[in-house]
């Protein structure tokens, strides 16, 4: 197949990007429009490839999105705003990528006559599950900004399937983690500033609970989905791993061998879903299983973070990120209670660089 992959250059789809030339011999055209998730870097690898090309582009923008879907087989759609506390901050950029940029994206793709239209959703759609699992056909019922852009995608996908025929498919992931991700989610937030001695944000008392998925699990789902599923389905892509976020910080810094002390307790967000869990049974019974436990992929995570800091360094010293970081979490700590001491100090180094070194003599998996 020759298929296009939107949004290719962020986290999962550049990692989606690398299992399908190492898995299939198809060629991948990604269409990107490099916002401050998207990094060129993510694929550099792959730039002397032949069967990898690059488009920069929005997917809001309908002529970019005809030029880059021409002679294509297959749509994988990773572009996406996709950050909770961003959606709260700034919702209309969600709509507009989310909402309008999937719909220009099925036009396109039902005037080229795509033989498989894939659309990577997340199981925040379903809103906040306080009990037991949600099956596919479970209500949406969006508790953000983020989720409802993505409810929204999800449904006109569905109704470009009802209508026009468009051979489509959804894939809900659960909370995903591993190289390349963009540090404003959890776990690169938490590994990054403590790697420089500083204070880790935790949002209220760190009691929500999120099912982690390892990032090759997901994207070789993906993959499964798109070559075996049903169209007009959802799939389900759980990680059968759920934690409270503050275990997982917890591990994080017992890995870096850094002290608990430096968890800083932030006013929670608006709206903050206390749980999530979805029920992957359709999945399996596709055939697709997880290859990596929580554990392993957890330090591999980890270790990619401390080798790696060439690649995350600058990211996190960006004017930008830098706005955004402060906004989000020290301005959030000054304004209520919650924070340990006088105000988070949380762009303030507390200790030491430390040793790049597993703690106790282990050797990174």
Not at 148 to 171: C, E, I, M
Not at 264 to 273: A, N
């Amino acid at each position: 197949m020759r298929i296009l992959v939107t949004g290719g250059a962020g986290f999962i789809g550049s990692n989606f990007v690398r299992l399908e030339l190492a898995r299939h011999d198809d060629e991948v055209v990604v269409l990107d429009k490099l916002t401050y998730a998207g990094n060129p870097a993510n694929l550099r690898e792959f730039e002397q490839n032949p069967r990898y090309s690059f488009i920069l582009g929005d997917i809001a923008d309908a002529e970019v999105v005809a030029t880059a879907m021409d002679g294509i087989d297959a749509v994988v759609n990773f572009a996406a705003e996709s950050h909770v506390d961003r959606s709260i901050i700034d919702p209309g950029a969600f709509i507009t990528t989310d909402v309008q940029g999937v719909y220009i994206l099925l036009e396109a793709a039902r005037r080229q006559q795509i033989e498989r239209f894939l659309h990577v959703s997340t199981d925040e759609v379903y809103g906040e599950v306080p009990n037991g699992s949600v099956s596919e056909d479970a209500p949406l019922r969006p508790r953000s900004p983020y989720a409802a852009s993505k409810a929204g995608g999800d449904l006109l996908v569905y109704a470009y399937f009802v209508t026009y025929g468009l051979p489509t498919l959804v894939s809900r992931g659960s909370n995903t983690f591993g190289p390349y991700q963009y540090p404003e989610k959890l776990i690169p937030v938490m590994i990054t500033e403590a790697l420089d001695g500083r204070s880790v944000p935790v949002y209220g008392r760190g009691q929500q609970v999120r099912d982690w998925l390892a990032v090759e699990d997901h994207c070789s789902a993906i993959d499964h989905i798109l070559r075996h599923g049903a169209v007009g389905e959802a799939y389900n892509v759980g990680g059968g791993n759920e934690y409270q976020n503050l275990d997982v910080v917890e591990r994080i810094l017992d890995a870096l061998g850094r002290p608990r002390s430096l968890i800083s307790y932030v006013p929670d967000r608006p709206g903050h879903d206390i749980r999530y869990s979805v029920d992957s049974t359709k999945l399996f019974q596709l055939g697709w299983m997880r290859a990596h436990t929580f554990d392993e992929a957890l330090d591999a995570t980890v270790r990619w973070y401390v080798e790696n800091d060439g690649w995350w360094r600058p990211l996190k010293e960006d004017r930008d990120y830098r706005a955004y970081f402060q906004r989000n979490y020290e301005a959030r700590g000054e304004q209520g209670p919650g924070a340990r001491g006088q105000g988070l100090g949380l762009t303030k180094p507390r200790l030491p660089t430390p040793d790049p070194r597993p703690p106790g003599g282990r050797s990174w998996p």
